[in-house]
C-alpha cells in the first residue's frame, strides 16, 4: 500500500517528467509522435521510481523507450533541479512502455468482431512452452 508521501511524489515526477519529455521532443522536432506518462510508483524508501509511458503511435514505442533510456541522466538531473524543494534525493529512474491502451483496442476490436481469433488464428500470440 502506498503512503500518501509516496503519492505525492510520484505526481510531482509524473508531472515533471512528462513537461521534460514532451519538452525534448519539441526541441528535436520531433512530429507525429505523443508521449504521456500514464503513471509513476516510487519505493517506500524513496529511491527507485518506475514510470510508465504511453506512445501513440503504439508502433513507435520501442524506438522511443530507447532513445528515453539513452538520455535518462539527463531527465533526472533535469527533474532534480525542479524538484530540489520537495526532494533531498532524486530516485534513480526506470522507464517502462504502458501498452495497457492497446491491449484494451485489441479486447474492444474482438467484442465488436472486427478481430476474430476464430478466423484469424494469427491474431493470437503463440504460447511458449516452459
Do not use: C, W
Not at 519539441?26 to 512530429?31: I, L, Y
Not at 510508483?41 to 514505442?61: R, W
Not at 538520455?71 to 534513480?92: G, N, W, Y
Request: proline share 3%; hydrophobic share 35%.
Amino acid at each position: 500500500m502506498e503512503t500518501n508521501r509516496q503519492k505525492k511524489i510520484a505526481g510531482v515526477l509524473q508531472r515533471d517528467i512528462a513537461d521534460v519529455i514532451q519538452l525534448a521532443l519539441r526541441e528535436a522536432g520531433v512530429n507525429g509522435i505523443i508521449v504521456s506518462i500514464t503513471k509513476v510508483s516510487v519505493t517506500t524508501d524513496l529511491s527507485i521510481g518506475k514510470v510508465y509511458m504511453s506512445v501513440f503511435p503504439h508502433k513507435e514505442g520501442t524506438k522511443v523507450l530507447e532513445e528515453v533510456n539513452a538520455v535518462r541522466s539527463q531527465i533526472k538531473h533535469q527533474i532534480a533541479q525542479r524538484t530540489k524543494h520537495q526532494l533531498r534525493r532524486m530516485p534513480e529512474l526506470s522507464f517502462f512502455i504502458d501498452d495497457s491502451l492497446e491491449y484494451i483496442e485489441q479486447i474492444d476490436r474482438a467484442v465488436k468482431g472486427e478481430d476474430n481469433p476464430i478466423d484469424n488464428p494469427d491474431l493470437l500470440e503463440t504460447r511458449k512452452k516452459k
